[in-house]
């Protein structure tokens, strides 16, 4: 469910796009993030960081594309927030005990520190490779692909190297022995 809820914006974007223009998608997109950030609040009386940033960025660049009527501010926006994952992915690492792959999943798995540094960095170089996958469509493709990129290559990218990670995970994932019934 958490993922239809982040995935929202990006699908209402996709669709204004293929509707009307890239302009009106890019102020759907901003009342969506805006509703995306509000209602989480109002559903858990917090923010979640991803999507305030998510939030800011698209508002700054959004802004920007609508004030300027220059569409390759929201182009460079999916760079910019993917660059910033990977830094905070990065500088996670020094800060506490537990890289933000371990605050995330640590709950739900016991691996080897080792283990955790290694998705760690893995998720750092895809962010990071994200962000310049996506300024080659940018600077190589029209609009009308640069959207279907955003929307099906950069999700179905996710997606593989989500299911690419469980694979990782299951090798190193301990079963842990059934209680027997009292």
Request: glycine share 6%; proline share 3%.
């Amino acid at each position: 469910m958490k993922f239809l809820f982040d995935f929202f914006p990006v699908l209402l974007f996709f669709i204004a796009y293929k509707m009307y223009d890239i302009y009106v998608a890019t102020a759907v997109l901003i009342i969506a993030c805006f509703v995306q950030t509000v209602g989480h609040w109002a559903m858990h009386k917090k923010f979640e960081k991803s999507h305030v940033i998510t939030l800011v960025l698209v508002s700054l660049f959004g802004g920007a594309t609508l004030l300027l009527q220059d569409e390759m501010f929201i182009k460079w926006k999916p760079s910019v927030i993917n660059w910033i994952f990977g830094v905070v992915f990065i500088g996670s690492q020094f800060i506490g005990k537990k890289n933000i792959i371990q605050r995330m999943l640590g709950a739900q798995l016991e691996l080897p520190q080792t283990i955790w540094r290694n998705l760690n960095s893995a998720w750092v170089l895809f962010f990071i490779a994200l962000g310049f996958l996506n300024l080659y469509v940018v600077y190589n493709y029209d609009t009308d692909t640069w959207v279907d990129f955003k929307m099906f290559g950069l999700m179905g990218l996710t997606l593989g190297f989500m299911l690419l990670q469980g694979l990782y995970l299951a090798r190193h994932i301990k079963e842990i022995p059934a209680k027997p019934d009292a």
